[in-house]
T-cell receptor, first 112, second 111 residues
Framework: NAGVTQTPKFRILKIGQSMTLQCTQD?????MYWYRQDPGMGLKLIYY???????DKGEVPNGYNVSRSTTEDFPLRLELAAPSQTSVYFC???????????FGNGTRLTVT | QKEVEQNSGPLSVPEGAIASLNCTYS??????FFWYRQYSGKSPELIMF????GDKEDGRFTAQLNKASQYVSLLIRDSQPSDSATYLC???????????FGPGTRLSVLP
């Protein structure tokens, strides 16, 4: 089982560029999440989804968009990248209430 | 708004000692708690989870939950330098709400 797969692993963007961070899971989990983690800080929830076609904002959604057209995929879109979006982005999924999250390996993004 | 608090550390312990990591939470209705270990530059990995009051042991790790005091802890016995990492406490999902992570405690085990 591959679990949660994120691509790319690293990316450098110029200010104002756009990109999509890919996340896919093969565990048939309904619930998927995007977090960002700034250096030395904790995880902050950007967006989450409770199933295909349903998404909702988390704690820090500004500057991001998501979609969930299938159970497996939950891409995160950055429009007009800003230096404040320099961070490590983690995608995670879970099957059921009160179960542990499964994390992807992360995408390290630098905006200069 | 659910909140999870942790001492950011660093917590330094000598090799072979017991490391004690603590966490408090604000939502009295929370039912599940998770401890994740995160090495620098890596994704969080699950160490322990606990749902019931009391202790839960797994190898060198013991999780403790006290719902009356809204307190969760993780004990690491016979600490090893490889245990040096940041430990994240998380309040798990209930009724569709989302995981809330604490800021993490950085543990350093000195050889």
């Amino acid at each position: 089982n591959a679990g949660v797969t994120q691509t790319p692993k690293f990316r450098i963007l110029k200010i104002g560029q756009s990109m999509t961070l890919q996340c896919t899971q093969d565990m048939n989990h309904n619930y998927m999440y995007w977090y960002r983690q700034d250096p030395g800080m904790g995880l902050k929830l950007i967006y989450y989804s409770v199933g295909a076609g349903i998404t909702d904002k988390g704690e820090v959604p500004n500057g991001y968009n998501v979609s969930r057209s299938t159970t497996e995929d939950f891409p995160l879109r950055l429009e007009l990248a800003a230096p404040s979006q320099t961070s490590v982005y983690f995608c995670a999924s879970v099957n059921d209430y009160n179960s542990p999250l499964h994390f992807g390996n992360g995408t390290r993004l630098t905006v200069t | 708004q659910k909140e999870v608090e942790q001492n950011s550390g660093p917590l330094s312990v000598p090799e072979g000692a017991i490391a004690s990591l603590n966490c408090t939470y604000s939502d009295r209705g929370s039912q599940s708690f998770f401890w994740y270990r995160q090495y620098s530059g890596k994704s969080p990995e699950l160490i322990m989870f606990i749902y019931s009051n009391g202790d839960k042991e797994d190898g060198r790790f013991t999780a403790q939950l006290n719902k009356a005091s809204q307190y969760v802890s993780l004990l690491i016995r016979d600490s090893q330098p490889s245990d040096s990492a940041t430990y994240l406490c998380a309040d798990g999902r209930i009724y569709g709400q989302n995981f809330v992570f604490g800021p993490g405690t950085r543990l350093s085990v000195l050889p």
